[in-house]
Every structure is written in C-alpha cells, then in structure tokens.
C-alpha cells in the first residue's frame, strides 16, 4: 500500500498493517473502464498522472539507488534539463507545472488532459510509474476510490499530511547535514551546495542513505514536535475505521447521477467513487431522520426489508447515512 520505507514507518505507528484498498487497481486502471461514465472516466493515456510529483532528496536518490533502469534514466533526464528544479532539498515541480495542475483541476479535466504529463509515466503496460518504490507522500496515499469510502479517504488524507511534513522536514535535515556536517570548510548554504555542481545525484543518494537507515521512532526523534498534530490525526483516523456506528443516523448530502427502475448510481463524499445499489434501497434511505438506528431497522424489518450490519457500515463509510446532530 505504500513504497517499502513509508511503509515500515507507518506499520510501526499504527502498531500493524495498513488498511487495504483493493477498489483503486492502479495496474489496470478501474477509472478507464467503459462502464465509468463519460465525465469520471480518466484517459488511457494519462490515467491519474496528469501531476507532477516533487521528490525529496532522499526519494530521488532512493530512486537513483535501487529504482528501475527507465526510473533512474528519467530522474537524470529531469536534474538535466531543469537544473532550476534541483535543490538541496530534492527535485520540486516548476512554477509552470504548479500554474498548469491548477488549470486542470478548475477545467475539472484532472486524468483526462495529456499537456501535463508526470515525467516519471512510463507508456507501457498500461502506465506504469518510473518512480513507484520511491514515490512521494501524496502520490502514495491518493486513490480514486476507497474500500472504506469516506471513512477509507479520511484516513489517507491524514497520512498524507503527515508523509508531506516528514518528507519537508526529513529533506532539510539531510540537506544541513550533508552541506555542514559531513562537507567541511563551507561558509554558507549557496557556497556549500555549489560544491556539489555536477555530483547532485551523488548528494542525493548519500540523502538516501540517511533516512534509510532511520526507524519511525528516530524519526520522531529528529522531527519532534512538527508532526505531532499530523501524528495524532492519522492515529484517531485509523482508530475511526474500527469504531462503532453512531447511534442515530440520518440521509446524507448525495447526488443520484443515474437513477434506474431497479438500480440507481449515487455520488456522494468523491466524484470518482460512485455507488450503485438497487433503486429500492435508496428510496427508503430518507426512513433514516435521526431516530435512534435500531427504531428504523425494526421498522424497515416491518416492510419485509432486512439491512445487514455489512451494508449498514457501507451506506455510513460512504456518507449516505451520516450521524444524526
């Protein structure tokens, strides 16, 4: 679920494994599918790369280290032909690359518009990512679709402030000691890092060197205080996924994109996690107003219709029913 080193970090944090999301199939591209409707559905060529990733130092000399021969080829091409993008602290996007993701978020064209291409994509197989095993946080954590729904989305997003502030704070901390500590005679950052001219790939794999060789308690250690919020988050997200139904619920804020005799598409807490589910059922969804669960279910069971505690925990997870004030 995350490249091998967040990996490990964040297992020793949740004290366990990862919550899996087995709906999003990176391999085969669900939102390419014929069955997505026109609108959701992203382009074969682009699937959900349509952004450009920036990459702390020790990620791109991870990348550089131990990724594939077409990643490490692509991660040199880059550092090559946008010298201004390679800093200390890694290989960032460019102010036009920024300008244009932005445009393609407002156009709502998001996996659909090729003018910005993640230059880690490779056009084989189906798309694959130059970068996967050294993949920065937000791309590590987003997804089109959650097992869990908006209870699955929460969770991610969390962990993706998290890596994101461990990646800024991890990146500075291999930048000082690589330019000061293990680089003598410097006076300053510029002086320091002009050094390293032509051996940036070589500052980046020592970066990686460093943090690998990290526990997430050591982290914690160096980091300190910077992420304890984003910590406490991701903790009581992941602790949501196993807590209890609210004990009254309510309809919540959808949208039926497709309504049917017999099935109905709804849209509810993300524009690509559409839910379908018999037309039926949805009609009755409105019965849910705030009374205690357990009135409302004796009286569905009443009108022959029987609500399993498994489908209750999906019409919540995706916010169809949402706790009552």
Request: with cysteine.
């Amino acid at each position: 679920m995350l490249p091998s080193l967040y990996g490990r970090w964040i297992s020793d944090l949740l004290g366990g494994p990862l919550p899996e999301e087995q709906a999003a199939t990176c391999g085969d591209c669900v939102q390419c599918q014929s069955h997505v409707p026109e609108g959701y559905r992203f382009a074969d060529a682009t699937k959900c790369c349509t952004y450009v990733p920036a990459l702390a130092n020790f990620l791109v000399g991870g990348g550089l280290k131990a990724g594939s021969l077409v990643g490490r080829e692509r991660l040199l091409r880059r550092m090559t032909a946008l010298p201004a993008s390679v800093t200390p602290h890694g290989l960032d996007a460019t102010e036009d690359e920024r300008e244009r993701y932005r445009e393609i978020l407002a156009a709502e064209q998001f996996g659909r518009d090729p003018s910005l291409f993640c230059p880690y994509y490779i056009g084989e197989a189906g798309g694959l990512c130059g970068v996967w095993r050294h993949r920065n946080g937000i791309c590590a954590t987003w997804y089109c679709k959650h097992d869990r729904g908006a209870r699955g989305q929460r969770f991610w997003q969390a962990l993706e402030i998290l890596l994101t502030a461990v990646e800024r704070e991890l990146s500075h901390w291999c930048a000082c000691t690589i330019l000061f500590d293990e680089t003598p005679h410097t006076e300053d950052g510029v002086a320091a890092w002009s050094r390293w001219s032509g051996r940036e790939a070589d500052f980046f794999r020592r970066a990686a060197e460093l943090v690998e060789a990290l526990t997430w308690s050591e982290v914690q250690a160096l980091v300190g205080p910077a992420i304890e919020a984003q910590v406490s988050d991701v903790l009581a997200a992941h602790a949501a996924l196993a807590g209890p139904l609210p004990d009254a619920l309510r309809l919540g804020t959808i949208r039926v994109s497709h309504r049917g005799d017999d099935r109905s598409r709804v849209v509810t807490y993300l524009d690509t996690d559409a839910l379908e589910l018999p037309t039926a059922l949805l009609d009755l969804l409105p019965r849910f107003d705030g009374r205690p669960t357990g009135e409302v279910l004796t009286e569905l069971r009443g009108l022959g219709v029987e609500v399993s505690p498994d489908l209750l925990r999906l019409l919540v997870d995706f916010e169809l029913l949402t706790a009552a004030a």
